[in-house]
């Protein structure tokens, strides 16, 4: 009985040191970073929304923290509101940010796109900066705004000159029905005048 807790007390001391000495070497914040475009159709020449969160899930928070994305080349993007490479003074811990970036698409085809790349200090005192690479969005297929415009834009103007073209189509016949009718009415308005005069 008295090895029974003399092994409990000799374990929990054990435990309770582990626990400790892990919690010192925890002390040190930790990013996690996703990276989001958020439309559904990508089209040359009109504005995509790139989303950037930042979550610290450390214990303490990270400094000097800075986002740099370089998957958008200048020769194939314009930025056309917001900033690809953006620093935070401090994320504290358990929080997160969030920028917005909205790029244009100067050309249309396959694009791959790559991940952002986060630098900051783990801790207070930290000289090396830690670094984090956010989620990958992928291969995405920005189409034509010509291709666009085939599919899905209103079509009026092609509208209005079939409407123009199958009016005759439909006027003709319409005519004759109301020609024959005319004609089948005065017939039967004549009989029946003749038959009321008998």
């Excluded at 409990?8 to 002390?27: E, K, W, Y």
Aim: some cysteine; proline content about 5%.
């Amino acid at each position: 009985m008295y090895s029974l807790k003399l092994f409990v007390i000799v374990a929990l001391i054990c435990t309770s040191l582990s626990v400790s000495g892990q919690n010192a070497d925890n002390q040190q914040a930790r990013l996690l970073v996703s990276k989001q475009v958020l439309n559904k159709l990508l089209v040359q020449d009109s504005d995509i929304l790139v989303k950037y969160t930042i979550y610290n899930v450390g214990s303490v928070p990270a400094t000097n923290v800075i986002l740099q994305d370089s998957g958008f080349p200048d020769e194939a993007f314009a930025t056309v509101k917001g900033n690809l490479n953006i620093r935070f003074n401090r994320i504290p811990s358990g929080a997160n940010v969030t920028h917005a970036v909205v790029i244009k698409p100067l050309t249309y085809g396959r694009f791959n796109f790559t991940a952002a790349v986060v630098q900051y200090k783990s801790s207070e005192g930290a000289e090396e900066p830690q670094f984090a690479i956010s989620s990958e969005p992928g291969e995405g297929y920005i189409i034509s705004y010509a291709e666009y415009d085939k599919k899905f834009s209103p079509h009026l103007l092609d509208w209005f000159a079939f409407a123009l073209m199958s009016f005759p189509a439909i006027l003709g016949p319409f005519v004759l029905w109301w020609i024959s009718k005319s004609k089948y009415e005065l017939i039967l308005k004549q009989k029946r005048e003749k038959v009321s005069k008998d």
